[in-house]
Structures are given as C-alpha cells and as structure tokens.
C-alpha cells in the first residue's frame, strides 16, 4: 500500500470528532462522484440521485493507495446499467484505490447510500465506525448485499482505513461487463489520484477486466 507524502498535520484531527480514511475502490475513486454522496445529486452517466449526506462537507484529505486485494465487476447497477466493481480482500490483486479523510458519521451516510439506504440521525452503524473494527483484514456485516459487508484495510496517520464490499469472494458470482459511463468515472479517479493517463488506465482496466468475454 502506498504511503501518504507528508503527515496530516496533528492539529487538524482534534477538531472534526471521529475520523476515518474511506477508501473507494469504484466509481467514488472521482471526487466528484463522491460530493454527491455528499452534497446530494445525480452524477453524470447516472440515473439515481443520492439524498446527499447529513454533513454535505468535503473530505478533509484524500490520497492514492493500492490495495493488496483483487477488483472484480458483477451484479446490475440501477444507477449505471452494468456491473459495478467489488473488493475481494482475500484474492491477490492489486487494486488501485483512494482514501478520503471523512468523519464517522460521513462514513456511515456514503455506505447507507452505497447500501440504497437514506441517512438518518442515529444510524447504529455510526457507533461500530466509532468502535472500531477490530484491526486490519475485521469485517463487519450490515446485511447480506451488495456494500454491506465492511472491511478495515489497514491504517493510515493512526487512523482505520475502511471500505465496503459483498459479502461473497470474485470467485463465489458470475462477472459482468461495467458500462461504459462507469468505466469513465473510475478513469476519471485513476487520473486524479494517481496521476495515470489513458494508456496507464487501459492497462489498468484489462488487467481487472480479462474473464468477461467467458463471464
């Protein structure tokens, strides 16, 4: 996993509550995919308008990390049209992702919406976040669907990484073919948090895309 450049500074963590890197893996990898779950709306390309989280304010920092674990596409996305990318966290990868640096409680509105929930006040998973998961490779299941199923990935400045996956590994489910208006999005992300031109991303994309044509 890559290393943060420099360390946030100690005085900004003591002002925001509860923080933790949520590390997106998918289309979020665009800032500004992930500003609607923020600030609410419906990203272009998309069908579906997110509520928008109960603090609509931007990550505090954000970095590229790689993952150790391997991407996949499956299900049918009712935002998208296609499949849409999983983290198997027991498969060799690697996968290229981003940490955002969000509260708690901006963790929990992303994943209620990811989990086609609206956020609310009082949301229990607010208090696992707070918690804690228990360390690197602990899961934790909301449910049996798709972004359900939450994985601490490692730590970054102190602080738990954490992403959302299915329940299930890439080998357990048929894959599918993302469309292309979600493929964009993720190139998008790749540039900006990686710095990755098109050809960077192509050979990217058909490393994590090679069993379609059999899927």
């Known amino acids: 996993m890559s290393e943060v450049t420099a360390p946030l500074h100690e005085t900004v963590l003591p002002h925001h509550g509860d923080l933790v890197w949520y590390v997106s893996y998918g289309s979020n990898l665009a800032a500004e995919r992930l500003q609607l779950y923020l600030e609410g709306g419906t990203p272009p390309g998309g069908a579906r308008r997110n509520p928008g989280a109960r603090d609509p304010h931007p990550p505090l ?53 990811e989990m086609h929930r609206v956020p609310r006040e009082g949301d229990p998973l607010e208090r696992v976040i707070v918690d804690g998961l228990g360390g690197q490779g602990a899961r934790h299941e909301v449910g049996p669907g798709h972004y359900e199923t939450l994985i601490e990935v490692g730590r970054r400045d102190g602080l738990p990484m954490l992403t959302f996956t299915a329940p299930h590994g890439r080998d357990a489910v048929g894959h599918a073919a993302p469309s292309p208006a979600y493929l964009a999005m993720l190139a998008n992300g790749l540039g900006e948090s990686h710095g990755w031109d098109e050809d960077r991303t192509a050979a990217y994309f058909s490393q994590v895309l090679p069993d379609l044509e059999d899927a």
Do not use: K, M, N
């Open 61 to 113: 920092a954000s970095v590229g990390v790689e993952l150790p674990g391997a991407l996949y596409f499956a299900g049918e996305s009712p935002q998208w049209g296609g499949g849409v990318a999983f983290y198997d966290h027991l498969t060799p990868g690697p996968t290229a992702a981003r940490a955002y640096l969000v509260t708690a409680a901006q963790f929990v509105d992303i994943a209620a919406q």
